[in-house]
């Protein structure tokens, strides 16, 4: 498996690739240029299939007013954006190693961490940077706002 330094890869938290993809959201301008600021610095982008499937579970939902199929053809563009990074079994090992050490952490949170560490990413982008307080000795923490 290829591994980036930790100052050319950058993982995408779900909330943010949320903004960036729904035009109404409150940070969708705020998101799409952050993401682009990274981009034009020359930084790779890492997403997860865990965070693709959050994506389609937040926006699948009547109050966007997204179409499933149109969730579905963006999902499918992913990959000229993102790089796209696999649940392994060094994944699975990783994230039970994290879970005793992040008391009230989510686990879906916990898998991210471990996704990134398996995979040498270490700086994640999110909107939510309380909800990896626990593992900010491991990762760096970007807020997005």
Known sequence: MTTMSAVESLFIDTNVLVYASWAVAPLHQHARGVLTGHRTAGEQL?????VIREWL????RPRTGLALSDLIAEAQTFNTHFV??????????????????????RVHDCNIVATMLVSGVRRLLT??????HAFSHLIDILPLV
């Open 46 to 50: 890492f997403i997860s299939r865990q």
């Open 57 to 60: 579970a937040t926006l699948n």
């Open 84 to 105: 796209i990074l696999d649940d392994t079994e060094a994944t699975t090992t990783q994230l039970l190693k994290l879970l005793p050490q992040a008391t009230g952490v």
């Open 127 to 132: 909107n939510n940077p309380d909800d990896f």
